[in-house]
Structures are given as C-alpha cells and as structure tokens.
Nanobody
C-alpha cells in the first residue's frame, strides 16, 4: 500500500484545513488509518484514527472537538478535517495504515505516507 498525504499549507489561527490521504497499490479497506503529526523537537503523536468500517474513531485530547477523521473506502481515501486551528497544531502531518489492529501507537502501523506540512500563524 502506498499512501499519499496532501492538503497541508499555511493558515491563520482559527482557520481550517482538510488533509487527504489517498491509497494506491492495493485497497486499504481492511486497514485502520491514523493521522499523526510531528513538530520540531517533539515525538510523533497520533491525533486521530479510524477503523476500517468507520465504526471506531480515536482523537487525542489536544484535537478532540476540533478535528474530524472520515473515510470513503470506495475512493481509497481518508480525510482529516481540521477546524479552529491553533499555532500549536503546526507540524508535519502523516497518514499511516495498520492492518492488524485499531491503535494510536505509531510503532504498530505498517505503511506511512510522506507527510504534509501544516503551519498555523498566530
């Protein structure tokens, strides 16, 4: 599975962005997909994850109520809608796929996209 993350950019505080994660190579219908972010000098953290049938979702406390993860398996695409963005949301955002379990642990994920930069100005 190859993952392509896109949609990042520069936005003012309070603004919105929608990230997309498109899969190719094979269907990722059976995979949990997570969105992770890594800011300079910080560890990579999972901000959201969605199970393969969208039954389960996970949000970190830092984004709960502001970010929404969704997927369309027919389009092999997962989105992360980010609203009310804050400067502390500035990071490189990655999408990743996990075949075996629903988790927020980065070490469990099998496939990773290349990352897209999100910068939120104050």
């Amino acid at each position: 599975v190859q993952l392509q993350a896109s949609g990042g950019g520069l936005v003012q505080s309070g603004g919105s962005l929608r990230l997309s994660c498109a899969a190719s190579g094979r269907s990722f219908n059976s995979y949990t997909v997570g969105w992770f972010r890594q800011a300079p000098g910080k560890e990579r953290e999972c901000v959201a994850a969605i199970s393969w049938q969208s039954v389960r979702t996970y949000y970190s406390d830092s984004v709960k109520g502001r970010f929404t993860i969704s997927r369309d398996n027919a389009k092999n695409t997962v989105w992360l809608q980010m609203n009310s963005l804050k400067p502390e949301d500035t990071a490189v955002y990655y999408c990743a796929a996990d075949l075996l379990q629903f988790t927020e642990e980065a070490t469990s994920y099998d496939y990773w996209g290349q990352g897209t930069q999100v910068t939120v100005s104050s």
